[in-house]
């Protein structure tokens, strides 16, 4: 035998419970979309993070068509050391372009982890040989900070920001600062 009576009080029990757990989801969901909003004003600034020698570096995502293994290439006469050559990339031929080598005078010890990271310059297809790549970064702009001391390397005018991420720091590095170089965007060699 069932009590009528208490039925309604289980209803309401049943919807007072429901409104409650309706009013966690939206308060859930109205701090989500703050944060959301805050995400969204802070802007997220995304890269491929490299090594470079001793140096940790990133560049814009958006800057980087690819990353490959480091690839065969074509060795061309008269052109500058840190110029290994051309490479044939899926039928696009890319200049490969030794960056270590260039900016500080070493060639870039070839590895398992050496890659080329491909790029455009004046519109071309471009490769630039790094030590190493750890993947896509994301950073906050808001704790973009200026690098003063790398204004002594090798780096400067390339490199003068850099993103904090624990232990490490990550300079950003332009390649449209790369790209303004007359002697690095010129590969034949003066005689």
């Known amino acids: 035998m ?3 009576h208490s039925e309604p009080h289980k209803a309401r029990q049943l919807t007072g419970l429901f409104a409650r757990l309706h009013a966690y989801e939206q308060r859930s969901l109205d701090h989500d979309a703050g944060e959301r909003t805050r995400q969204q004003k802070i802007s997220n600034w995304s890269g ?3 090594r470079l020698g001793e140096f940790l570096l990133t560049c814009r995502i958006d800057r980087v068509e690819e990353v490959i293994a480091f690839p065969p290439y074509t060795p061309l006469p008269g052109s500058k050391h840190w110029l290994l050559g051309i490479a044939n990339v899926r039928g696009n031929l890319a200049p490969v372009a030794d960056l270590g080598w260039y900016l ?4 870039t010890p070839v590895t ?3 890659r080329l990271l491909l790029t ?7 490769g630039l040989v790094v030590d190493e790549v750890f993947g896509q970064r994301h950073f906050h702009t808001d704790d973009l900070s200026a690098v003063k001391d790398w204004d002594q390397t090798a780096l400067a005018g390339l490199a003068g920001q850099s993103f904090p991420a624990g232990d ?10 790369l790209e303004q170089r007359a002697d690095f965007m010129s590969g034949a060699r003066e005689e």
Request: cysteine-free.
């Open 168 to 177: 490490a720091s990550w300079g950003v590095l332009r390649l449209e600062a």
């Open 120 to 126: 455009r310059f004046q519109g071309r297809l471009a």
């Open 48 to 50: 491929v993070a490299f």
């Open 2 to 4: 069932t009590d009528h």
């Open 112 to 114: 398992a982890r050496t």
């Open 104 to 107: 500080f005078g070493t060639r």
